[in-house]
């Protein structure tokens, strides 16, 4: 039943709030300006809650340096990495010690170096020579005077609770990091060593090592340097053919195969090796792989003019006899200044990060190695405070005056109470669940709003017996709370995994023949892994099936846990609801409660590679005040970008973008638009926080008023902007771990519901850390929010409570989860896309999204195909990093294709509005296609048993404009009218004498279904494509299609006469 909110003026609630925008139009985001003085400040700190103590692993830093000079450095050649160039910066100070003031240089690696003091010049050129491979490299290095940072500005800022320039603090920290580089191997913003975890090989060849992130950070308590834990994998430092023979393959004594050579050269192309057989302990970074074996490399030594083989040279200039001589050769500089090293002479050089993929097995052998009890995690970060010594540093503390507190900084933290949730008890009566440490149990409860199934049947791609299975998910689906056939519709299918397109297509085929409107399809994986992403594409993309799919191990366990899992997933995706909150937790928050609000979650995934887009994902709530049922929208960009471009758009004079889009669909299902948003995103730095309240805030607002101004609503709903951040290294330890009252008692770890917005949070602006959830194993990551903008005016325990309440309302699991659901949806949107596209081989970094085309200022990629009208507000399933999670411990998504003329969105929903997915056709511009396959909603598709009958009026649609494809004359825009009146006509006349003469049998109407897709994209191409295209005409003879001018016609008069007589008929 749908929901009205009132009036359509926008209310300003409760309490003085800040109230709804007057209606005048909004600054667009062209002519807004946002400087940082209009982050949101802090309006007090919290105080509700259960007040008790934790360990932050934060220490206090203090500065008594006034002096710090800075220089811009200027390094020839460019080509090097950060540690060469720190190495450089460093030789050249040693050797030119005299010439610069016998200063030491604070210097990371870019173009900003520092030292305590001024240097005797303005701007001077050095040039100087290190020996590196046996050879002088010269390098000319420029060092000129830029501007200094006031560090007199910086103590005083500190004192007065002031922004502190950003510029001060990054001195600071690459100063205490500075004597580190020399200690510590430094890897992607982290430092390793061998000591602080026994070297463990977890995967094959490649070691584990533990390592710390260390950055010095602004907080309430003045400056704080934050240190955690990290964890990596390095090359052991062996024998490279030693690698190859172990790794990769065992025979060597003949030349490689393709496939072991891309091996070879994937793992070592970039690595540092060292050949002692050469007389240094010189190390060489290897340039690239030679396709051919040791026994034919041949080349000219320098200075020489006769070529020699690398077999020759070595023995004649160092004696060293080379055995292993299939193996490929290294080569080491470029190809300009090539030095190829035999592999048998080569030594991996201590150090070389792994960052190639892992397996599930290997990825569990990893984690087990890494995971970390937080007394055991809290006693190695004392660990490394106190071997570093960074009081006893001669750099940081002598040279700049920085003393670092030895000990963690205590902080006042407080336990928000857990929400009651609604559910129903075993006669279905409503009653409430009290979670309590983070969970809550519904062995003995149904679901809140039970979800129905009539026509389901199974498709099993496993070896598996998965009769007694079904029989017990079926069983637990009815004693839940839904309404679920005992009987699938058809018998349980067994099929060839090597044939899982084959397979479902039957199925599908089968359901038309049979007129049945197929409500879920369970699948059985197959028992080798990998198969998932095709899976879900065929039956979402393809055929338009939902389905949910199992594991065959758990299949054969029938384990109770699993079943209660599933069942959560099959209810959500099949439109019911598991838990919602208890109406007392939304009325403690009146603005909330009294306005129609709309919760939205927003998340921007990058892929690995270079020519992949980036994909924005933006979700938002349906159903206030649940806060349970989201829909979103999918949109690609160019690569890495991180801001949101999409929100608002403009194309040919229409507003749209997925803002505009998210509020039709809560205007449609609430009957009103939102008076308040709460956005919640994720994904951004600190450094963009600026743009993206410029940016993004800036379109959300246009979005919102152009929504306002087409429903006619006289104000526009004020935001809340969230920043969610959850890649930081702030770690949370209760004070006493003896204590059970003050921990989780199992894993060790802080209690659920505990927030702090003291002490370590930004001394002005809205921050607060919550840890949501209650821990497993290893150590919680609270989350941190940031509030940059808040127009509705929380207070701090406001927000803090909704947004913990939040988290209890995660669809799919009996737990509360460690981020905000809004977010947690979003980024699973994202990650879903990419099944869409090449199913399980696209890495699992990225994901694609598109429509065909893409506007000017976008880079061409691969567009997402379109999803079948039947799975458009069906729920999906997750993704994880290796293997889908299909045990029903996240929530996803349901997905649909909105019409638009930017490139194309997907739409998802875990709303059925309709449980048939019949929808009246609409005819947009350029859309008449995507429109074909529609069901028509009629009384003659209903058959007596309530399922839909054959859609014979939408087959003879697709008859009908397959054969006007053969002799079309004019543009598709020309076709649509026409079609309409089809649409309107051929239902009345479908009668048994016309279907005769017509001499169309059940079968042909089957497989004209099937080639729906093909016919789509038919019509697209004669558009577009002006060349021939060769496509399959009805008759289901090869034909080949001209366009002309104006016209498209058949080049074969037989085709093209049977294409017309056909056309008449009908």
């Not at 389901?456 to 069983?475: A, E, P, R």
């Not at 023949?513 to 892994?529: N, S, T, V, W």
């Not at 930004?762 to 150590?779: R, V």
């Not at 279904?1009 to 021939?1028: I, N």
Request: hydrophobic share 35%.
């Amino acid at each position: 039943m749908r929901r009205t909110c009132g009036g359509r003026v926008a209310r300003g609630g409760s309490g003085g709030r800040g109230p709804s925008q007057p209606f005048p139009t909004p600054a667009t985001p062209a002519s807004s300006s946002v400087t940082k003085k209009q982050i949101c400040s802090r309006p007090q700190t919290g105080i509700e809650g259960t007040k008790y103590s934790v360990i932050a692993n934060h220490f206090p830093v203090e500065v008594n340096m006034n002096d710090i000079s800075h220089y811009e450095v200027e390094i020839s050649p460019e080509d090097i990495s950060m540690k060469e160039r720190r190495d450089v910066v460093s030789q050249l100070f040693r050797q030119k010690r005299s010439q610069l003031a016998n200063r030491i240089p604070i210097y990371s690696g870019n173009q900003d170096l520092y030292t305590a003091g001024p240097l005797p010049f303005e701007s001077k050129e050095f040039q100087f020579f290190i020996m590196q491979h046996n050879r002088p490299q010269t390098y000319k290095i420029t060092i000129e005077a830029a501007s200094n940072p006031n560090m007199w500005a910086l103590r005083q800022d500190l004192e007065r609770g002031h922004d502190l320039p950003r510029e001060a603090i990054e001195v600071l920290d690459t100063v205490l990091k500075t004597t580190l580089f020399k200690s510590y191997l430094f890897d992607k913003r982290s430092f390793f060593t061998r000591e602080l975890v026994p070297v463990e090989e977890v995967v094959a060849g490649i070691e584990y090592r533990r390592g710390f992130h260390q950055s010095l950070r602004p907080t309430q308590m003045g400056l704080s340097l934050n240190i955690d834990i990290s964890a990596g994998g390095f090359y052991k430092s062996i024998l490279v053919s030693d690698y190859v023979s172990k790794y990769i393959t065992s025979n060597i004594s003949v030349p490689l195969s393709e496939e072991d050579l891309k091996k070879v050269s994937k793992s070592f192309k970039g690595m540092s090796v060292s050949a002692t057989c050469l007389g240094s302990d010189q190390k060489y970074k290897i340039y690239e792989i030679s396709n051919k074996p040791l026994s034919q490399q041949s080349f000219t030594p320098q200075n020489e003019v006769n070529e020699t083989t690398v077999i020759q040279y070595y023995q004649d200039q160092y004696e060293v006899e080379l055995n292993l001589t299939a193996l490929p050769v290294l080569v080491a500089l470029s190809k300009s200044s090539p030095i190829y090293l035999p592999m048998e002479i080569c030594t991996i050089v201590e150090g070389n990060r792994y960052s190639g993929g892992l397996d599930e097995k290997q990825e569990t052998a990893l984690l087990e190695a890494t995971v970390l009890h937080p007394s055991k995690r809290e006693s190695i970060i004392k660990t490394i405070v106190e071997s570093n010594a960074y009081n006893s540093d001669r750099i940081a503390n002598a040279e700049f005056g920085i003393h670092v507190e030895n000990e963690l900084a205590s902080v006042d933290a407080r336990i928000l109470p857990a929400p009651m949730l609604k559910c129903r008890d075993n006669t279905g009566e409503e009653i409430r669940a009290n979670p309590s440490s983070g969970q809550w149990d519904m062995s003995n409860k149904k679901m809140f709003e039970g979800g129905k199934v009539k026509f389901w049947t199974c498709v099993s791609f496993s070896t598996v017996d998965s009769t007694q299975f079904l029989q017990k998910l079926v069983d637990k689906c009815n004693s839940k709370g839904m309404e679920f056939n005992p009987l699938p519709v058809f018998p349980i299918k067994s099929a060839n995994p090597d044939q899982i397109e084959r397979a479902l297509t039957d199925v599908h085929k089968k359901n038309i023949a049979e007129g049945i409107l197929l409500q879920l399809l369970i699948i059985i994986l197959p028992d080798a892994k990998g198969s998932y992403g095709k899976i879900k594409r065929v039956c979402e993309i393809d055929l338009g099936i939902v389905s949910q799919c199992c594991r065959p191990e758990e299949v054969s366990k029938l384990k109770p846990e699993y079943f209660e899992n599933i069942v959560m997933k099959i209810n959500v995706k099949v439109g019911g609801k598991n838990t919602v909150l208890d109406n007392k937790e939304i009325k403690s928050i009146p603005c909330v409660y009294d306005s129609p609000t709309i919760i939205i979650g927003a998340d921007v995934t990058h892929p690995g590679k270079k020519t992949s887009p980036s994909i924005a994902a933006v979700v938002a709530t349906m159903d206030w005040p649940d806060f349970t049922k989201y829909r979103g929208s999918i949109s690609a960009q160019p690569h890495n970008q991180e801001i949101i471009r999409d929100l608002y758009t403009t194309e040919d004079g229409q507003e749209g973008g997925m803002i505009m889009e998210l509020f039709e669909a809560f205007e449609k299902s609430n009957g009103c638009l939102p008076e308040r948003i709460i956005f919640y995103r994720d994904g951004v730095g600190e450094d963009q926080f600026n743009q993206v309240l410029e940016d993004e805030v800036g379109n959300i607002r246009e979005a919102s008023f152009q929504a306002c101004s087409k429903f006619n609503v006289k104000s526009i709903p004020p935001i809340t902007f969230i920043v969610v951040q959850k890649r930081h290294n702030t770690r949370l330890f209760p004070a006493d771990n003896k204590n059970p009252d003050l921990n989780d008692g199992i894993s060790g770890n802080i209690l659920p519901g505990t927030v702090v917005d003291t002490v370590i949070c930004h001394s002005k602006e809205f921050d607060f850390y919550l840890n949501s959830h209650a821990g497993q194993k290893g150590t919680n990551r609270p989350i941190h929010y940031h509030v940059l903008l808040d127009e509705n005016k929380f207070t701090a325990d406001e927000l803090q409570i909704f947004t913990n309440n939040l988290c209890y309302t995660y669809a799919r699991c009996t737990r509360s989860v460690s981020i905000v659901p809004p977010v947690y949806y979003a980024h699973l949107l994202a990650s879903r896309a990419r099944h869409y596209i090449k199913g399980d081989d696209l890495p699992y970094s990225g994901s694609t999204s598109g429509r065909g085309g893409t506007r000017e200022r976008n880079p061409v990629f691969k567009s997402l195909p379109s999803i079948k009208e039947n799975v458009k507000e069906k729920s999906t399933e997750e993704n994880r990093s290796s293997e889908p999670d299909v045990d029903g411990v996240r929530e996803d998504t349901k997905v649909q294709v909105q019409n638009s003329t930017s490139p194309q969105r997907i739409v998802t929903s875990s709303s059925d509005s309709s449980s048939l997915g019949i929808r009246e056709p609409v005819f947009e511009r350029e859309s008449l296609y995507r429109h074909i396959v529609v069901p028509i909603k009629s009384q003659k598709q209903i058959s007596n048993n309530g399922g839909p009958c054959m859609p014979f009026e939408i087959e003879v649609v697709e008859a009908a404009l397959l054969s006007r494809v053969q002799c079309l004359e004019q543009k598709l825009m020309d076709i649509e009218p026409r079609a309409q009146v089809l649409l309107e006509v051929l239902p009345n006349r479908l009668t048994a004498n016309v279907l005769e003469q017509l001499c169309i049998s059940k079968q042909a109407l089957v497989e004209l279904s099937s080639r729906a897709g093909v016919l789509r994209q038919m019509l697209l191409d004669l558009l577009e494509d002006p060349h021939e295209i060769r496509r399959m005409c009805i008759m289901g003879r090869n034909c080949t299609l001209r366009k002309g001018s104006d016209s498209v016609e058949c080049s074969m008069s037989l085709e093209k006469q049977i294409a017309e007589e056909e056309e008449e008929e009908i």
